[in-house]
């Protein structure tokens, strides 16, 4: 089992940044790889953006690719979010969750755990 937990999240200005965290529990971090996704308000969940287990691959939705920045520090059993220039329109409530496959996966099916979920609001 893996416990995550997200945090970070807040209330911005179009234009601002935010950083999330996903602290992880349980099981060796380090040996999963981790998503983040987000859902708005009469929206399905959506795929933002992923990293590999060793943290060498990233991949990132078209949306958010050049603002968002995934990274991890396994020593910490965190993964980040890092989000600049941020829009309107990424508003919503943001997830991460951790796979045990070994490549980039974009499917919210790929993935056994997910945390509960941080609010990002982007207003002015």
């Known amino acids: 089992q893996v416990q995550l937990v997200e945090s970070g999240g807040g209330l911005v200005q179009p234009g601002g940044s935010l950083r999330l965290s996903c602290t992880a529990s349980?099981?060796?971090?380090?040996?999963?790889?981790t998503g983040w996704f987000r859902q708005a308000p009469g929206k399905e969940r959506e795929y933002v953006g992923s990293?590999?287990?060793?943290?060498?691959?990233?991949r990132y939705a078209d949306s958010v690719k050049g603002r968002f920045t995934i990274f991890r520090v396994n020593a910490k059993n965190t993964a980040y979010l890092q989000m600049n220039s941020l829009k309107p329109e990424d508003t919503a409530v943001y997830y991460c969750?951790?796979?045990?496959?070994?490549?980039?996966?974009?499917?919210?099916?790929?993935?056994?755990?997910w945390g509960q979920g941080t609010q990002v609001t982007v207003s002015s």
């Open positions: 990293i590999t287990r060793s943290g060498g691959i990233t």
């Open positions: 349980g099981r060796t971090f380090s040996t999963y790889g």
């Open positions: 969750a951790a796979t045990s496959r070994t490549d980039i996966v974009i499917v919210t099916t790929g993935y056994n755990y």
